[in-house]
């Protein structure tokens, strides 16, 4: 009820009262130690759209979570309920003991002593234990990629089998969604893994521009298997577009990636060279989303706001153009993330009594663009900089859009610079990457060093910086 009443105009005095006592419950169950199913719950449901505190970062979405996931542990929401109607009926023999719980304690445990697990009321209470846990897997990891935290909620079995777990008669009309995510959340580990095994054998086994596309294929397939498996649970229309909240999850998750590839100690130059348009076109296309998708941002989460933030930073450190470049792309991100703080302030002033922490970050993102560009690279006026591949774009879900690997040289060519900004904003998702592959070779030689897989490296996030954290208003 509180976070409901932070977006209805007229429950100013309401939503403060009720923003008291929720605080107030949450400081009695930690002293009393009370545990439930619906105290998980509640914790999460808080985290979305929890208050900033006096400085940025300053808020209690770390411990509301360490709380959901201790009382979650204590309940044993992370095991796998026996007889299992969620799962294939083989699954428990490949399980330890130490993974599953009997159905019937488990109710036990809720205070459902009366209910027959075989039941129909039985078997929704268990889903939801179930739906619990997945709900809090999918809470913390996107917490984590979102602030640069290490993981603390553990994939179990539950989490590693719940590819099908949304398929069932009393499913949500959500859960094929929570799922998704799930999913998409669950792999990544592998995914990074795998990235960085590449990089690490390349020197041995491979050229740096073979590094390079093995990379890209790994990446591209990782991500067009997941599309194509869960289109259907979150697309919208017969295209299956993304919704914005979720084009902007999927697309930060990509950035992610990329930042580990450009980050890694042992990834070859040629990587990092082909990655940084890569990056840079997932950073414009979450705040392109954001700003296209305003409308229906409204309710816009917390996390939501730090992606959207952290894609401004990378944006504006891989636009970092050399001093002698005729390039208008660094300009035209500076407008794309003044345009994205300008829905950052509204989404969370809006109602009033809102107090969203998106202000604070879009006043963050003004005062970061307003200072004068550092790290610029420079290069001797002789020395060649590097082609791009700037054909025809196919769309944007593979890696191919962002040119070939480079294998030679020539000078700058007029026709890939712009004498005015460019309005990414307006743009589609292919046209932005159009636009950064043609302005490929104006980035030079060099790879800026960026903490694409670090949200806390930025300094302007620096909670203990004083000069940069005020108080909202």
């Not at 636009?319 to 300008?342: F, H, K, Q, W, Y």
Request: net charge neutral; aromatic share 8%; glycine share 6%.
């Amino acid at each position: 009820m509180a976070a409901a009443t932070l977006f209805l105009p007229s429950a100013t005095a309401l939503s403060k009262r009720l923003s008291r006592h929720s605080k107030y419950l949450a400081n009695m169950i930690i002293k009393q130690r009370l545990r439930s199913v619906e105290i998980v719950l509640g914790f999460m449901v808080n985290v979305p759209w929890m208050a900033p505190g006096d400085c940025l970062g300053d808020d209690d979405t770390c411990s509301y979570i360490a709380m959901a996931l201790t009382v979650a542990l204590d309940l044993s929401l992370n095991k796998i309920l026996l007889p299992s109607t969620s799962f294939d009926s083989s699954l428990p023999r490949r399980l330890a003991k130490a993974d599953c719980i009997d159905a019937r304690r488990a109710l036990h445990i809720d205070g459902f002593d009366d209910v027959d697990p075989a039941s129909e009321w039985g078997r929704r209470l268990l889903r939801r234990r179930e739906r619990a846990w997945i709900a809090l897997f999918v809470l913390e990891r996107g917490v984590c990629l979102a602030r640069g935290r290490s993981y603390t909620v553990p994939p179990t079995a539950l989490i590693e089998n719940c590819d099908r777990w949304h398929i069932s008669e009393f499913a949500d009309s959500r859960d094929g969604a929570m799922n998704s995510m799930a999913v998409l959340r669950r792999n990544l580990d592998g995914l990074f893994k795998q990235v960085k095994s590449n990089c690490d054998s390349y020197q041995t086994n491979n050229t740096g521009s073979g590094a390079a596309q093995s990379i890209k294929i790994t990446i591209e397939s990782f991500y067009d298997q997941w599309y194509q498996t869960w289109a259907p649970e979150i697309g919208e229309g017969q295209s299956y577009a993304l919704p914005p909240y979720v084009e902007i999850l999927v697309t930060h998750t990509r950035l992610s990636t990329y930042g580990g590839v450009i980050n890694h100690p042992t990834a070859p130059l040629e990587v990092k060279r082909f990655f940084r348009a890569a990056g840079l076109s997932s950073a414009l296309n979450v705040m392109r989303a954001a700003i296209q998708g305003e409308a229906r941002l409204k309710s816009m989460p917390n996390n939501t706001v730090i992606m959207i933030s952290f894609a401004a930073c990378s944006a504006l450190s891989l636009s970092v153009m050399p001093t002698d470049s005729r390039s208008s792309l660094a300009p035209s991100v500076r407008n794309l993330i003044e345009e994205t703080a300008g829905v950052l302030e509204r989404v969370g002033a809006t109602p009033s009594h809102r107090n969203g922490a998106s202000v604070l970050y879009g006043r963050f993102l003004r005062e970061l663009v307003r200072r004068p560009p550092v790290g610029s690279t420079s290069q001797p006026p002789n020395e060649p900089c590097v082609a791009a591949h700037t054909e025809t774009l196919r769309p944007p879900s593979t890696l191919d859009d962002y040119g070939s690997i480079p294998t030679t040289t020539q000078s700058f060519t007029p026709s890939l610079f712009w004498s005015e900004p460019l309005q990414f904003s307006a743009m589609s998702d292919d046209q932005i990457i159009d636009a950064v592959n043609r302005a490929g070779t104006a980035f030079g030689t060099s790879v800026p060093d960026v903490p694409l897989d670090d949200m806390m490296s930025w300094d302007w996030l620096d909670a203990g910086n004083l000069e940069f954290s005020l108080p909202l208003p």
